[in-house]
């Protein structure tokens, strides 16, 4: 079966062919030094790219595609999460560093909450 190529629309308008190696990188990089495995990363690389061939679109924008990571590592390790989080949204400055540092400790939060057993 022959995949339909994929054409990423970056920031600045330009348009290249997906490529999945690209993604798995800029992961490998926000990981470095922490407790995720390799195959974490690759199944993120996978379930990223599963979900926009899902769309059944020729073109994807960038953006969408920090999102997806985004949104799968932030599940993985928070640390690595942070690390791409702060490169693919280019923080402007420590205030919206602060602002993203505080949405995860609220998720936590919620989270942990949700999973602390009932007193009686």
Partial sequence: ???TP???IK???TRE???REKILRGIIRSAEKRPVGM???TQIVDEVENKIRALGVNEISSQVIGEYVMNRLVDVDEIAYIRFASVYRQFKD???FFNELKDILDKDKLKQGKSKPKKD
Avoid: I, R, S, Y
Wanted: proline share 0%; glycine share 12%; aromatic share 6%.
């Fill in 94 to 96: 420590t205030g919206v």
């Fill in 17 to 19: 062919e997906f490529n």
């Fill in 6 to 8: 994929l054409l990423v």
């Fill in 11 to 13: 920031k600045n308008g």
């Fill in 39 to 41: 195959d974490a990363m």
């Fill in 1 to 3: 079966m022959e995949v």
